[in-house]
Antibody, heavy 119, light 110 residues
Framework: QVQLVQSGSELMEPGAPVKISCKTS????????MNWIRQAPGQGLEWMGW????????TYVQGFTGRFVFSLDTSVSTAYLEINSLKTEDTAVYYCARGVDNQGDYVYWGQGSLVTVSS | FILTQPHSVSESPGKTVTISCTGSGGDIATNYVQWYQQRPDSAPTTLIFEDDQRASGVPDRFSGSVDSSSNSASLTISGLKTEDEADYYC??????????FGGGTKLTVL
C-alpha cells in the first residue's frame, strides 16, 4: 500500500536550518510528483509547491521562494524539504503529499512533521 | 483563482450536511476538485477526487459534485456520525498545475 512516512518533530532556534524527510513506499517513486503543504497553528492548508520526481524540477509559490528547498533522493524513494534561516513564523506542521499522474489517481498524504522555531 | 468555503457548519447525527466551495477568478469546472478530511490532530486524507470519485475506503455517505452555474463544488455527507466531526478542505488547480485550497470548513456534529 502507498505510504509516506515523514521525519519527526523538530525544535529549532531562529536562524538555523532544518531538513524534513518524506520516505515513500508502495508505488513507483519516479512516477508521481511530490507536493509540500504547510499548516500553521490553528490555520488552514497552504500549498508550498512541488517537485517533479521525474526531472527534479521545482515550483515554489509566492511566499516560499528563497529559503525553502525541495529535493529528492530517488535511490531511497525519499523527498526532502529544507528550510534555511528559520524564523519563528515558520512554526507549523509540514506535510508531503503525493500528487497524481493519471486519471483515477488521488493524493496520498504523509503524517506531517511539526517544526517549532523558538529561542 | 480563489476557493471560498464557509468557516463552519453544524448538524445533528443522522442528518445530511452540504459544504460548499465557491470559485472566483476562474471557472471551477475547468479543473477537478478534491475534498480532504482532517480530523483533529491528524493529517488530511483524501475523501473525494476528480469532483465526485470516492477514494478507497471512503463510505458512500460522502459524495462530491460540481455545479457550473454557481461556479461551486459541494461535499455532501449523509447519515452524519460523530466521527465525521473534522475540518474539510476543497482543493483545485490554478493554471492547470498550481494547487489552490479553500480555507477549510469545521464540521460540528452535535
Amino acid at each position: 500500500q502507498v505510504q509516506l512516512v515523514q521525519s519527526g518533530s523538530e525544535l529549532m532556534e531562529p536562524g538555523a536550518p532544518v531538513k524534513i524527510s518524506c520516505k515513500t513506499s508502495g508505488y513507483d517513486f519516479g512516477t508521481y510528483p511530490m507536493n509540500w503543504i504547510r499548516q500553521a497553528p490553528g490555520q488552514g492548508l497552504e500549498w508550498m509547491g512541488w517537485i517533479s520526481t521525474k526531472t527534479g524540477k521545482t515550483t515554489y509559490v509566492q511566499g516560499f521562494t528563497g529559503r525553502f528547498v525541495f529535493s529528492l533522493d530517488t535511490s531511497v524513494s525519499t523527498a526532502y524539504l529544507e528550510i534555511n534561516s528559520l524564523k519563528t513564523e515558520d512554526t507549523a506542521v509540514y506535510y508531503c503529499a503525493r500528487g497524481v499522474d493519471n486519471q483515477g489517481d488521488y493524493v496520498y498524504w504523509g503524517q506531517g512533521s511539526l517544526v517549532t522555531v523558538s529561542s | 483563482f480563489i476557493l471560498t468555503q464557509p468557516h463552519s457548519v453544524s448538524e445533528s447525527p443522522g442528518k445530511t450536511v452540504t459544504i460548499s466551495c465557491t470559485g472566483s477568478g476562474g471557472d471551477i469546472a475547468t479543473n477537478y476538485v478534491q475534498w480532504y478530511q482532517q480530523r483533529p490532530d491528524s493529517a488530511p486524507t483524501t475523501l473525494i477526487f476528480e469532483d465526485d470519485q470516492r477514494a478507497s475506503g471512503v463510505p458512500d455517505r460522502f459524495s462530491g459534485s460540481v455545479d457550473s452555474s454557481s461556479n461551486s463544488a459541494s461535499l455532501t455527507i449523509s447519515g452524519l456520525k460523530t466521527e465525521d466531526e473534522a475540518d474539510y478542505y476543497c482543493q483545485s488547480y490554478d493554471a492547470d498545475t498550481l494547487w489552490v485550497f479553500g480555507g477549510g470548513t469545521k464540521l460540528t456534529v452535535l
